[in-house]
DNA sequence: CTGAAAGCGCTAACAT
DNA sequence: ATGTTAGCGCTTTCAG
């Protein structure tokens, strides 16, 4: 039954008394470093492979300053959100990246303030090397705490525009204009947006797009055919019902997030005749929700696996020269056209 | 902006100099030993709190032999399940009950033999202290793996009926022995059952506590009156819609999971009144999907929260004393009673 | 109650 | 190419 207590394993010494070598050689052995003549490598591995040696982790980040691990820390309360492929993508991706590393991947929940306390501690105490965050909002204090303590930090979207920690974000703005854009070129004309909450930096972006490829084309947007939702179906719905109500002329829409695409669309198939004309919905891929239950939703695609493995490649440079300063990369998204528009 | 490298904070030893005191003392206070002055005590806090000092985690492992953080693994590739309540408020009473220790809680994905290997490698290498093990499958090397390793740890479930892990699991033939023996009492007697997965063994329990019920109950349970699910609604709508076809004289339905009652539920009301009498469906709470989606059904209950807390009790207990044999626990559940049954 | 000293097991720089 | 050595920063006896 293997070791009693932890710390009752062999060391790297007696590897080194079993091979008759130094300890040195050892350890070059145990980290492939180049310089060991092939023979003495073959005596060292036979020797560890009998005791079954593993090396001491906290020895090793003791001695060599690293830790070998980074963290994925998610400050999201509601864990049902990391089943939203948007999450669950990005933390395989972010795996996937690691893969060729020797780096561990942890996964870290940090809600209240005694596990923000508690995890802090955990980074500045050196057992990580980085920390990647998800779903950061705008008033959490953990980013800057990190950034303080000098622990490499790469954050998946910005919490406003003169974010001074490095992100990965998907080019929010750019997604919104080609989507509107989109939408007037089939000949649309009275495009309205269903926005995000706007306190979010991320609902903004959209907004601006979306007004934005309007101005681009001359056109003009009506003050009230924007309506703000909160990316849930639900509002969604709610605001789709108020458009018909409100602005009868409309004939696209533009919604910041597919729920919300999905429940405009909803509505109007509830309104039925009641709207006259067919009226084009496009939505912001936040979910991947409307591709599951609404294969005909036009979306704009965000490049999840690549928004994680640029986010490791980023930290592992911070990682390597902790010297740079913060650096901002915005991913070019993609239109998904569908039926719908 | 903080520290440049990691490991460029102050030392205990810096903390030492500027108190005026001994590296012993500082070390005391930080671990709340008893048996410091007062007045000591709050001189080298001074100290502490000007300095931002933190300790090296590395080198209060590497000297006090312990990692102060346990491991929570997943073996389940598809990360969508871990939305399931099942799993997120498992992890949040974990969570919980780890509040009043100093552990860190870390969740790590272990699906790929990959990450397998890397991980024994992590908690052989002693940075966990323990480690819980969630929705382990009957041919996961990675239980035996860590406990050949001397790892302490806990499982959520069962492989097989002699288990030589310790672990935590819900009173599945009790549970279901329960529901059945409800249905009897109700008057029902053509009670039928859904299984899941019968090379599940939490499945085999719960086919097994049905027929304890209908034994005890002096009921001879024809054997076309089970049918096998996958514990999906899919599968819960076939199979009731299978035992419609077959055996029209059934009165009752115990699914093994509370999605395949969901299922059961919607076959029936699909099949209208091609089904004369009313089929009572219990299911068991595995997702605790029936209760978002179908407030109507009547579940079997399983005590999430002292799940997790339970699994944590018992890893602190082998960490403390690690000679300790396995221990099996099994927690009753409790019948949630609703409009259908 | 507190200081001094002996490691914990490893890496990396230096010798050979 | 390989052995030797000096720490890494902390906990924990052991004296005092």
């Known amino acids: 039954m293997g070791k009693q207590r932890p710390g009752a394993g062999p060391t790297l010494e007696q590897v080194a008394a079993l091979a008759g070598v130094g300890r040195g050689t050892v350890s070059r052995v145990i980290n492939n470093v180049a310089g060991v003549k092939e023979s003495t490598r073959r005596t060292v591995q036979r020797a560890i492979a009998e005791l079954e040696y593993v090396p001491n982790l906290a020895a090793r980040s003791l001695a060599g300053h690293r830790a070998d691990a980074i963290a994925l820390v998610m400050t999201e309360p509601d864990w049902r959100k990391f089943a939203e492929p948007f999450f669950s993508e990005t933390i395989r991706s972010v795996g996937d990246a690691l893969t060729d590393t020797r780096m561990q991947l942890l996964l870290t929940q940090v809600c209240t303030s005694e596990e923000r306390k508690r995890f802090v501690e955990y980074a500045r105490g050196g057992r990580v090397d980085g920390v990647l965050l998800m779903s950061v ?14 622990v490499p930090t790469v954050m998946l979207g910005r919490r406003s525009g003169d974010e001074s920690i490095t992100y990965v ?13 989109h939408l007037l070129n089939s000949g649309r004309r009275a495009v309205a947006t269903i926005t995000g909450p706007l306190d979010m930096y991320v609902a903004q972006c959209r907004l601006r797009g979306y007004r934005e490829a309007l101005d681009r084309a001359g056109l003009y947007a009506k ?13 969604g719905r709610t605001a789709m019902a108020e458009l018909i109500e409100r602005e009868p002329e409309i004939d ?68 390597e020269d902790s010297g740079v300063a913060w650096r901002h990369v915005s991913l070019r998204t993609e239109l998904v056209l569908r039926d719908s528009a």
Chains 1, 2 share one sequence.
Request: net charge negative; no cysteine; glycine share 8%.
């Open 252 to 319: 696209a829409v533009f919604a910041a997030s597919d729920s919300m695409a999905a429940g405009a669309l909803n509505a109007l198939r509830a309104a039925g005749r009641r709207v006259p004309r067919d009226v084009a919905v496009i939505g912001f891929d936040d979910f991947l929700l409307a591709q599951r239950t609404d294969p005909t939703l036009t979306t704009v695609r965000q490049p999840l696996q690549e928004i994680g493995r640029t986010m490791v490649r980023l930290l592992l440079e911070e990682m």
């Open 223 to 235: 003050p009230s055919w924007v309506v703000e939702g909160d990316f849930t179906e639900q509002s």
């Open 137 to 150: 909002h705008a008033e959490d204090p953990l980013p800057d705490m990190l950034a303080d303590a000098g």
């Open 169 to 181: 974000d998907a080019d929010n703005a750019g997604g919104a204009r080609s989507a509107v854009t």
